[in-house]
């Protein structure tokens, strides 16, 4: 693949070049370029930097000013405040850096120096259970996380750790054998996710609902659970039919979130089934766990319960079972030990956050876990409802994931229908499936626009309102852009450095400039939202942009309007890769 001929990535990298070598004797100190307001940008490096030397910060700025000569790249250069650096830089650097990334397929972002293998678990259903906004959660966040790290040139591998294992199945599979033909299918056509689910959820009630009234088989239920954990033929082949039948309405439901999960990937609780013994014989061994009224428990000093009791992390029940614990101990051994992952990142909700704390923990006791592999919980808040309160029916029941999708999609159509039909430009065809892809982007965007640690409000209304920060607003962005570029005539996309930028042009120039970095802060801190932060920005800079500096109607001069093609161009290109990478899809016409 090609890279950036001759040129830094970025403007911003050059100019931290330039000040480097303008203070060799700060040996590389990272110069704290920040974009700012009162120029291009303010260097803060100073002042630690004569803080170290001892020296006066505005006099050690002076000279850093003195020795940087004012041309081609940094177009002027002062001392401001008690030592900082303001930068303004020349319109030329700006487009010939812009013209190189222009050139490379990756939009000149450059790989990360320090890839690894990051293994990530994220969209992590239960096996016979509804998907709701918690799962919907991991997935767009674990996908655009995958995207990202990927594009940085991360080595990804991905876990889907679904709910597939535990005594809730003795129950099922305990119906499912005294009533062979309740899973049975009617023709081979194919089963759709909403007929699979159902049929889970009727073989669930009632399973249910006889556990509760008949004391006899509650207790083949049980026995079932043994026969399970012990491997028994018959029992696994019907607790495979329950995850296959689940399979199909988790597929379905990640086919309409427009995302791509693969089988292989699919690892479930019961993928670590044979390693749950030798976890629990390592840690006991070891001392990490101890036996506790006949549970195998890991005690933590700074875990207390209400009671001022230790809260233990238990591994193994009393009466021999194993937890979720467990699985998840043996799944870092394996991501480690067989992976080989240096990053495990658990896209998982914030509720889970002290399980996630004992269990790295522990594992770091036992040495599964050490300096070279880092455990990071992405941890997302609670999707809470208009009303503020977690997100519920008016029953009091769990949304259905399937049915907001749905109601999204038709609410986004109903937006890009009415907005269409002044220009009468699209066709009923475009408007469904443009519907389809302002709906899902406008939930995904939605979830990815604000910090993963917050909670937000699911609100349909606002996630496709063509005005604020909304996916809707960036798509309109861009489809404007493709309509500029097509209706360009002959005029052509090229970058004229000679001339001099308007104050929009620079604006949205700078912006540009910044997308490398921020793609790595956003892998590095496992941010998407910044990537979210940043489109919209930028798109906001290219409305501002279009309507300030005409493209093709007013014909500007022939070089000022190739220039703004080629601007045109290069944000349109960045706000498709940006918008794919969290995994929202950009329609060329609008
Ligand atoms: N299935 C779980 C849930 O629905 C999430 C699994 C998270 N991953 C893990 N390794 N524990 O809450």
């Keep these: 693949m090609a890279s950036v001929p001759s040129l830094a990535s970025s403007v911003n990298q050059r100019v931290a070049d330039a000040l480097a070598s303008a203070l060799p004797e700060a040996g590389g100190a990272d110069p704290l370029l920040r974009r700012s307001d009162r120029a291009d940008f303010q260097a803060n490096g100073i002042l630690a930097l004569a803080k170290k030397a001892k ?46 990334r222009a050139g490379d397929d990756r939009l000149g972002v450059p790989y990360s120096a320090n890839a690894g293998t990051t293994v990530i678990d994220y969209a992590q259903p239960n096996v016979a259970k509804e998907m709701h906004v918690g799962h919907l959660r991991s997935a767009v966040i674990g996908a655009a996380m995958v995207e990202i790290l990927e594009f940085t040139g991360e080595k990804v591998v991905r876990r889907h750790h679904i709910g597939d294992w535990g005594t809730q199945f003795g129950m099922l599979i305990q119906y499912l054998l005294e009533h062979p033909h ?30 509760d009234s008949d004391e006899e088989f509650k207790t083949r239920a049980r026995a079932r659970v043994v026969d399970l954990q012990a491997g028994d033929e018959q029992t696994l082949a019907m607790w495979q039919r329950f995850v296959d039948e689940s399979k199909i309405y988790f597929y379905s439901v990640f086919d309409k979130l427009d995302m791509d999960i693969q089988d292989p990937d699919v ?51 009393s009466d021999g079972g194993f937890g979720y614990a467990a699985t998840d101990l043996s799944a870092i051994r394996d991501r480690v030990g067989n992976l080989k992952a240096d990053t495990l990142l658990y896209v998982v909700d914030a509720r889970q956050s002290l399980h ?31 009303d503020g309160k977690p997100f519920k029916t008016r029953e ?16 986004a159509t109903a937006v890009v229908r009415e907005k269409d039909k002044e220009r009468g430009f699209l066709s009923e065809q475009e408007i469904v499936e443009n519907g389809v892809q302002v709906g899902i982007g406008a939930v995904k965007y939605a979830d990815l626009s604000t910090s993963a640690a917050r909670d937000y409000k699911f609100d349909l209304d606002q996630m496709v309102s063509l005005t604020g920060d909304t996916s809707v607003y960036i798509q309109y962005a861009y489809a404007r852009l493709r309509s500029i570029l097509r209706n360009a005539g002959d005029r052509s996309p090229v970058a004229h450095p000679e001339l001099e930028l308007a104050p929009a042009e ?67 290109r960045t706000l498709t890769k940006g918008m794919s990478l969290l995994g929202i899809r950009t329609p060329e016409r609008l």
């Design 506 to 572: 620079r604006a949205l120039g700078l912006h540009l400039d910044q997308f490398g970095e921020v793609i790595a802060e956003a892998a590095a801190e496992h941010a998407p939202h910044k990537v979210a932060a940043y489109l919209y920005q930028l798109s906001s800079l290219c409305t501002t942009f279009y309507t300030e500096c005409p493209v093709v109607k007013p014909e500007p001069e022939l070089v000022v309007g190739e220039n703004r093609l080629f601007l045109c161009d290069l944000t349109a």
């Design 182 to 211: 309740e899973l049975d299918h009617k023709s081979d056509a194919e089963v759709s996710g909403e007929e699979a689910m159902s049929n889970l959820n009727r073989l669930y009630k009632a399973s249910r609902a006889l556990f």
């Design 55 to 100: 020296a006066n910060p505005r006099e050690l700025a002076t000279t850093v000013v003195g020795s940087i000569p004012t041309g081609d790249l940094i177009a002027d250069i002062e001392v401001s405040g008690p030592g900082f650096l303001n930068i303004t830089v020349a319109d030329r650097a700006i487009m010939e850096t812009l013209a190189a």
């Design 396 to 411: 009091g029941e769990t949304v259905r994931l399937v049915d907001l999708l749905d109601e999204a999609v038709d609410r």
């Design 267 to 317: 690892v479930g609780e019961s993928g670590y089934n044979d390693m749950l013994v030798e976890t629990c014989k390592l840690l006991e061994d070891s001392g990490v766990a101890v036996r506790s009224n006949g549970a195998l428990c890991v005690f933590f000093d700074e875990y207390k319960g209400p009671d001022g009791n230790p809260t233990p992390l238990i591994v193994q029940k």
């Design 356 to 386: 996630f704390k004992m269990v790295f923990e522990t594992a770091r006791r036992a040495g599964w876990l050490n300096d070279e592999v880092k455990a990071v919980q992405l941890a997302f808040g609670t999707v809470l409802g208009k």
